[in-house]
């Protein structure tokens, strides 16, 4: 079973920066397609970045490409999401997500969740 708990979101002014930590255990951690997903009030989650650590392969949602970026260290079992030029649209609660196999943007075929950090980004 795996356990991922994330970490970072707090309240920042438009065109800054924060650094999201997803921190996780139960698991081979490198075997794992780790993913970032948020939520907006109202709104469905939706995908923004995933990363297999082991080969350094990533993927981002056209939404965030250029902003954003995803990382892993297998020494440390951490996923991060650097997230630059933040916008209001960013807004919403960010979740980390892992699955076995090959990466998706689809939030129903990831297997463990995180708790889930807020960002707001104010304007």
């Known amino acids: 079973q795996v356990q991922l708990v994330e970490s970072g979101g707090r309240l920042v002014q438009a065109g800054g920066s924060l650094r999201l930590s997803c921190a996780a255990s139960?698991?081979?951690?490198?075997?794992?397609?780790m993913g970032w997903f948020r939520q907006a009030p109202g709104k469905e989650r939706e995908f923004v970045a995933a990363?297999?650590?082991?080969?350094?392969?990533?993927e981002y949602a056209d939404s965030v490409k250029g902003r954003f970026t995803i990382s892993g260290d297998n020494s440390k079992n951490t996923v991060y999401l650097q997230m630059n030029s933040l916008k209001p649209e960013d807004t919403a609660v960010y979740y980390c997500?892992?699955?076995?196999?090959?990466?998706?943007?689809?939030?129903?075929?990831?297997?463990?969740w995180g708790q889930g950090t807020q960002v707001t980004v104010s304007s």
């Open positions: 990363v297999i650590s082991s080969v350094g392969a990533t």
């Open positions: 997500a892992a699955k076995t196999g090959y990466y998706n943007v689809n939030y129903w075929m990831y297997d463990y």
């Open positions: 139960g698991g081979t951690f490198s075997s794992y397609v």
